[in-house]
């Protein structure tokens, strides 16, 4: 369960995240839309106490992010666009690394870790035989999402999961998340491809320059806008100009 | 408009309460310092191309050789106190300076908020974890000068037989205040400076810091003029403000002579204060430092500016740009120049590893003014020693960057060598850092010496300076700006090995001046340089353009 209460943030004089209210009850799938800078990753990091507010309020499984954000910590799983880890670690070494600040016993953790190996099909000599700095792209991701997981989150953020997985181990990691929306945990899923979030999410949020500006089913979104995608739907929000004309304009610019 | 009220202002984390685990986590310490201590140790991102550690090491080896030069002190043999006050100098001298400029990487590495910002770890668990990273430095740091020392101290006058232990318990003391102090003023700054300004206050504190660490490192055998038979009670009161003097009492008192009242008291200010200080920081600074670490990440609000300041810094813009143009013609050179420029003046990293070296010159030069018994060449001297190391240390500090893999442009684009990076790197270097200091210092020593006649000395070697410059861009691997990871100790390393290449440097020159001079054939001599240098430069050119730009990604 996630509340927002009139949430922001600013930075001198600009503001980031302006007066959000959004509630997302437990088990619920919801995906969170907008533009570059619209501030989708500082209400996350926000809701994951990384980031104070700067007015407002918000709560995590009952627990409020400025007044225990250790609590919240504890409940939320992250996955950030970076998909920052210590690469000079293993694989192996850093899950446990990982699960070592969550207090989750080591032999606990070696099950975790290979339940999670064999979900997105890494084989042991990967997980302790070379330093994640030789990982390729959609392995790292296989192991940043197996971080943000390990401890059993009641609360999880995606930013930008899909990056660098392979079809299938996407299509893997897309039933996993509807799986774990069934099984009761809270996921807030992060993208810019529109149509894994129309496929696999129940309710989209829009943010336009810090402001919610839809909330709803894809169907309602659809229906409201007037338009057949979720695509559509998005550029009639938040583009401010016909996209299509200018990218032709432009390409034929460049071509002269 | 909103009318929900502004969050109260509480603790960020630390109100959190630490809940079921106790704070500090000691798991949590324990786990965070072991993954500190496995990235430092080996891989791409905290070491060598190899996989080593090979900063580290190098590091380690230096501060080794150093050491031994110290203890051979002990052969002259002086007391206890005066043998221990020069030893314990240099320590902090070098521990303090290394840790100065490796604290950037180990307490504030933006990268790692996205990995453990969103971890519950209390802000006193993180602070501490991170203290005890810095403290191991410091202690291989400290072991390696003081290895030597430690056993040739058996030599020095009324040394008990247990000197070794007693100065190894006084290094272990020494070596977590040196680290406490530096932790407490992080914290500080974290809890009173802005995020705006946070960068550049800090990177100006490691500027004092280091002045401050050198002019002790200088005032030590300058306030104690004799080594044999020195008495605590007779010097000069501001002998007795520097912390090598409470350590040097405290190796003192511990072997068990002449523990005067005065002694007694020194030796117990770092008995106090170690604790004192880390117990602050822990207790009070520690969520200052967790907020100031989670901001890293946030890009931070542009100060607002009024449109006839904007206008007037676009025209200096334009007109720098048009003399840039006059002056670096080729597109590449001027490009790496702006790069390199950007990166000197504008990033949080580069300026918190480089601007602490400039603080020597600064110091050196007001010593050398208010020091008469320095004589008129030592200001030249030292402004020159630390001039020469300047160019090479900064191409090399321009070399690493925690944004080394966009560095990978340089592999992409069609360059057939790195010739013209290089040389737009180590023109911003010359005209940015060189030549501002050595103007400084120039002039401050044409103003501040009543003797000039030393000044001429530096001409020699300040004339070789831009020919020298170009040394590095024939040895080692290409020169790419900005394409290595920080790596811990790799940046004490070129300090300490661009010490040691100066040093080389000020002999060579420095003699040949002074021998010139003495026989007036000085001029003779600059000239002759000139000629030489005419000759060399283009030859070195020459070779660097050659080089090949070698496309394997390192």
Known sequence: ?256 | MNATPATPVVDPVAGAGAGRYPVPDRAQVRAILKTTMLRSMRGRMMAGRSGKPRGLIFLVVMYGVLGIVLGMLAFIHPDVFSYSMIIWAFTFLAAGMTLVVESSTLMFDARDNDILGHRPIHPRTLLLARSLSLLLLALILGLAINLVPMFTGLAVTGAKPWFPLTHLVTLLLLVPFCAAVIVFAYGVMARFVSRRTFDTVASWTQVGVTAMLVMAYQLVPRLMDRMQGFHIEAANPLLLALPPTWFAALSQVMTGEGASPRMLVLATIPLIATPVLAWAALRYLAADYARQVSSLSETPAPAAEDAPATAARRGRGLRLDALLRFWLRDPIERGAFRLASAYLTRDRDMRMRLYPQLASFLVLVVIAIIDRKTGPRFGPLMSLFIASTLPASAMMTLKMSPQFAAADLFRYTPLTGTASLFHGVRKATLVILVLPCVLVSGLTLWFGLSDRSGLSIALPALVALPTLSLAGGLFGGDYLPLSLAPASGRQGAVNVGMMFVGAVWLAIFAGLAIIAEKNHWFWWLLGFEVVVLALLHPLLLHGIRARPLNREDS
């Open chain 1, 1 to 256: 369960m996630i509340r927002l209460q009139q949430l922001s943030k600013s930075y001198g004089a600009q503001q980031a995240v302006r007066g959000l209210d959004l509630e997302i009850p437990t088990g619920q799938l919801v995906g969170l839309l907008g533009p570059n800078g619209a501030g989708k990753s500082t209400t996350i990091k926000m809701l994951t106490g990384m980031l104070l507010p700067t007015s407002g309020t918000a709560e995590v499984e009952g627990h409020d992010i400025v007044r225990d954000p250790l609590e919240v910590k504890r409940n939320v799983g992250y996955v950030p666009e970076s998909g920052a880890l210590f690469e000079a670690l293993t694989a192996m070494e850093y899950l446990r690394f990982v699960a070592a600040l969550y207090h989750i016993p080591e032999a606990e953790a070696d099950q975790r870790i290979a339940r999670f190996a064999a979900f997105f099909d890494l084989a042991p000599g990967d997980l302790g035989g070379k330093p994640l700095s030789a990982f390729s792209k959609g392995m790292r991701q296989k192991v940043v999402i197996t971080s943000a997981l390990l401890h059993h989150p009641k609360v999880v953020f995606f930013d930008e999961p899909l990056n660098g997985l392979d079809a299938n181990a996407a299509l893997s990691f897309k039933t996993l998340i509807t799986s774990l929306a069934r099984d009761g945990k809270t996921i807030v899923y992060c993208s810019h491809i529109l149509d894994v979030v129309e496929r696999v999410c129940e309710r989209v949020v829009i943010i336009h320059e810090g402001r919610i500006v839809a909330d709803g089913t894809t169907q309602q979104l659809r229906e409201q806008a007037g338009e057949p995608t979720l695509e559509g739907v998005f550029n009639k929000l938040t583009a401010t100009e016909n996209l299509l004309a200018r990218a032709e304009e432009f390409a034929r610019a460049l071509s002269q």
